[in-house]
């Protein structure tokens, strides 16, 4: 099956405290690998990708995720977390058909909770 | 800016009346979705298009209808919404697929129906 989880359904930070969101992948292709975030109310913000480029991938906002093959793992890292980071964030992967080929589709993640304190 | 557009961003309606919610975009981009996202749940996938070809879900119930009459509208019929049609309704838009990989998609800020 071509899964994506999230290891953590909650995670509370410290501002100003590293962020670590965790996030495994399964599949017999290496996908594309996303992590999108949701702020209450509101649709997905893309805030990186991974297409078989660089394995340490850089997205907006400070965040950055590390592609690892060997763990199936791509967990998403931020140095210092802020308020305005408190929010949803999802752990994407594209569905995958026989031979690699993608048709759009999407597995997302169960959704990893991010709480920020002062 | 380039953007995916969902109208209205609040709905309500209720049990059994008829619901369109509608998505524009200017990103010129083929492929458009709906999804449905309950609430603390991942969003769901309901169909897509690929210019004018329709792709349904197979566990899209029968009661979610969908039409793009040109490139840049796809619209979201909800024919006798049940309270279980609650929901955040998220449209995405993304360029065809690239082969290996696929490509991202980009999402509206999402309508919020409340069925009562």
Redesign the interface.
């Given at each position: 099956a071509q899964s994506v989880t999230q290891l953590d359904s909650h995670v509370s930070v410290s501002e100003g405290t590293p962020v670590l969101l965790r996030c495994n992948y399964s599949s017999s292709y290496s996908p594309s690998l996303f992590w999108y975030v949701q702020h209450p109310n509101k649709g997905l913000q893309l805030l990186l990708k991974y297409t078989s480029a660089a394995t340490l991938v850089k997205g907006i906002n400070g965040f950055e995720a590390e592609f690892k093959k060997s763990e199936t793992s791509f967990h998403l890292t931020k140095p210092s977390a802020h308020m305005s980071d408190a929010a949803e964030y999802f752990c994407v992967r594209t569905y995958l058909a026989a031979g690699g080929t993608s048709y759009g589709k999407l597995t997302f993640g169960q959704g990893t909770i991010l709480t920020v304190h002062p | 800016d380039a953007m995916?557009i969902?109208n209205p961003r609040y709905q309500v309606t209720q049990f059994g009346k008829p619901v369109t919610l509608s998505c524009s975009q200017t990103l010129n981009h083929n492929?458009m979705?709906w999804y449905q996202q309950k609430s603390?749940?991942?969003?769901k996938?309901l169909f897509?298009y690929?210019d004018k070809d329709f792709n349904n879900e197979a566990d899209t119930p029968d009661n979610f209808q969908s039409r793009r009459p040109n490139t840049s509208f796809c619209f979201l019929d909800i024919r006798s919404p049940g309270l279980g049609d609650t929901a955040?309704y998220?449209c995405?838009t993304?360029r065809?697929?690239?082969?290996?990989?696929?490509?991202?998609?980009?999402?509206?800020?999402?309508t919020?129906l409340t069925v009562l």
């Open positions: - | 995916v969902q492929v979705y603390s749940q991942a969003p996938l897509h690929y955040m998220l995405a993304s065809p697929p690239a082969g290996r990989g696929g490509d991202t998609q980009y999402f509206g800020p999402g919020r």
